[in-house]
């Protein structure tokens, strides 16, 4: 559970574990500075191991989580201008990306308790506000509702424009087919003579 709850002199953050078969609640996280902060939670991403989670809190900082300990590992202050818009876990290693303002990305990976960092050559935009990632898919959204999916296979990127708008989240179904044709290629079409 998150909370996030404003107030004139700032966000009240706090987030919860609510043990489906016990009923029992354990306050993970509770707001710092006598209880008030200057924003609010905009994700929470738990990895694959279960063992890392990571809080963004917007335009402000990233929390590494150890949740075998439930105490924060890192935080990855941000600069005013520089700051994470989206995170993502990679697929099967306790490593995540963060998009950045300015367009960057970067990935982090935590190894032997140590988190590193390293840029990516991929170029997803600027006002990324969502990321998926899949297999070998990376998919991003941003606020003008256009949608990059990236394959690290064949390093290209589809852009697919949806006209809909601020995209806030992003998920693959549970069985991933194939990436969509680019308007360039269009579906051939079924020739049923004969």
């Known amino acids: 559970m998150i909370s996030a709850g404003s107030s004139s002199a700032g966000w009240k953050n706090r987030i919860k574990i ?21 924003s609010y939670i905009k994700s929470l991403k738990l990895s694959t191991s279960r063992q890392w989670m990571v809080v963004l809190l917007r335009e402000r900082q990233v929390e590494v989580w150890d949740m ?9 202050p941000m600069k005013q201008a520089l700051y994470a818009t989206a995170v993502e876990w990679c697929p099967r290693k306790d490593s995540f990306i963060a998009s950045l ?3 960057g990305l970067r990935m982090y990976s935590i190894e032997a308790g140590k988190l590193a960092s390293a840029v990516m050559s991929i170029d997803l935009g600027l006002n990324i506000t969502a990321l998926s990632w899949r297999d070998r898919y990376l998919v991003s959204g ?3 509702g256009n949608l990059k999916i990236h394959d690290f296979e064949t390093k290209k990127t589809v852009n697919i424009a949806t006209h809909k708008g601020y995209i806030k989240t992003l998920c693959f179904p549970a069985v991933l087919t194939a990436l969509p044709p ?3 290629s269009p579906t051939p079409e079924l020739n049923n003579s004969g």
């Open 68 to 76: 075998s300990k439930k105490a924060v590992h890192t935080i990855l």
């Open 18 to 38: 609510l043990n489906l078969k016990t009923g029992r609640v354990v306050e993970l996280r509770k707001s710092k500075n006598m209880g008030v902060e200057l």
């Open 182 to 184: 680019t308007p360039a």
């Open 101 to 103: 303002s300015d367009g």
């Open 142 to 144: 941003d606020t003008n």
